[in-house]
């Protein structure tokens, strides 16, 4: 089954800069990553889906990015905000033939200092 | 968060003690998930459901049975609760479909449970 991991420390930048999450995943390659967002006492809340065969996807002032090379996916927030301070999950497929099954990260915490 | 509700929101009981969490959806989604998030573990997937009275194990399933009766409801039961069980406990939903974006999976308000 799938292995995840995330940036293990947190993440604290200043408001305006661009914030950059790490999310490295082991066996094989999925075909699609989620990103959530967490807030304290709260379930997590879909974020952005990116294929396989997507390098890059956005929205708004986030940006995905995929690379099945290197294992890898980077979540960017740019012109970070205090009201993005939250943690991020990323997640994939459990396995190739679990598509409906979702194997989360710890997480990363993301802290934007005004 | 996407009409889906979990009773209770909080719960405290001592150990050997049944326990019945539940799961209510207005979205009418087939597939419906039980995680478990404790820190440094994540988000742990328990049991999930692909519809009516089909339902399988997850990634932390001993010790935690399930039942879905109907579409919207979805119930998760600690038979004897152990201390090592005192986690926040997640619902979620997604939708049925071939597209990978129907696997975006909605989350419930989570149930804080307590085994003393």
């Known amino acids: 089954s799938q292995k995840i991991e995330q940036n293990s420390e947190a993440l604290n930048i200043q408001e305006g800069k661009t914030a950059t999450l790490t999310c490295n995943y082991t066996?094989?390659?999925?075909?699609?990553l989620q990103w959530y967002r967490q807030d304290p006492g709260r379930g997590p809340v879909f974020l952005l889906l990116?294929?396989?065969?997507?390098k890059e996807k956005r929205k708004e002032r986030l940006k995905v990015t995929f690379d099945t090379t290197l294992k890898q996916s980077l979540f960017h927030i740019t012109a970070s905000q205090p009201a993005d301070s939250a943690t991020y999950l990323c997640?994939?497929?459990?396995?190739?033939?679990?598509?409906?099954?979702?194997?989360f990260g710890s997480g990363t915490q993301l802290t934007v200092l005004p | 968060d996407a009409g889906i509700t979990q009773s209770p929101r909080h719960k405290v009981t001592e150990t050997g003690t049944p326990v019945t969490l539940r799961c209510h959806q207005t979205?009418?989604?087939?597939?419906m998930y039980w995680y478990r998030q404790d820190p440094g573990h994540g988000l742990r997937l328990i049991h999930y459901?692909?519809?009516?009275?089909?339902?399988d194990k997850g990634e932390v399933s001993d010790g935690y049975s399930v039942s879905r009766s109907k579409t919207e409801d979805f119930l998760l039961t600690l038979e004897s609760a152990t201390s090592s069980q005192t986690s926040v406990y997640f619902c979620?939903?997604?939708?049925?479909?071939?597209?990978?974006?129907?696997?975006?999976?909605?989350f419930g308000p989570g149930t804080r449970l307590t085994v003393l």
């Open positions: 979620a939903i997604s939708e049925f479909g071939q597209a990978v974006e129907y696997n975006e999976q909605f």
């Open positions: 066996n094989y390659s999925p075909a699609y």
């Open positions: 990116i294929r396989e065969n997507e």
């Open positions: 997640a994939l497929p459990v396995s190739s033939g679990s598509a409906r099954q979702l194997t």
């Open positions: 979205e009418n989604h087939r597939y």
């Open positions: 459901s692909y519809g009516v009275k089909d339902t």
